[in-house]
Nanobody, 125 residues
Framework: QVQLVESGGGSVQAGGSVRLSCAAS????????MGWFRQGPEKEREGVAS???????SYADSVKGRFTISRDNAKNTLFLQMNSLKPEDTASYYC???????????????????RGQGTQVTVSS
């Protein structure tokens, strides 16, 4: 059983940066296709970024050039570096993982097999 625990959310002003972390246990993170998705107030879940076992990355158009997904295999931890944040980035952010895929389009991330409890990011204008 894969367990995922996010941390690093908080409140920030527009233009600022936040780094989210996702600690994985129960499975070797380097063998998981992992990603982040978010859900804002009264919005649908949106895949934000994915990182395949082979290192392939995929990003939502809305975050390209601003967000970077990465993984520290030694720490079994996934990261999401979010720069140039906008008020529309306000959402609960969830880490997700699946052992079934080598890589996956970012749109598939909300449907991955495992997810964390989420961490809130609030961006004020």
């Amino acid at each position: 059983q894969v367990q995922l625990v996010e941390s690093g959310g908080g409140s920030v002003q527009a233009g600022g940066s936040v780094r989210l972390s996702c600690a994985a246990s129960g499975y070797t993170a380097s063998r998981l296709c992992m990603g982040w998705f978010r859900q804002g107030p009264e919005k649908e879940r949106e895949g934000v970024a994915s990182l395949g076992v082979d290192g392939t990355t995929s990003y939502a158009d809305s975050v390209k050039g601003r967000f970077t997904i990465s993984r520290d295999n030694a720490k079994n931890t996934l990261f999401l570096q979010m720069n140039s944040l906008k008020p529309e980035d306000t959402a609960s952010y969830y880490c997700a993982a699946s052992p079934r895929f080598v890589s996956a389009p970012v749109g598939n991330v909300p449907d991955f097999d495992y997810r964390g409890q989420g961490t809130q990011v609030t961006v004020s204008s």
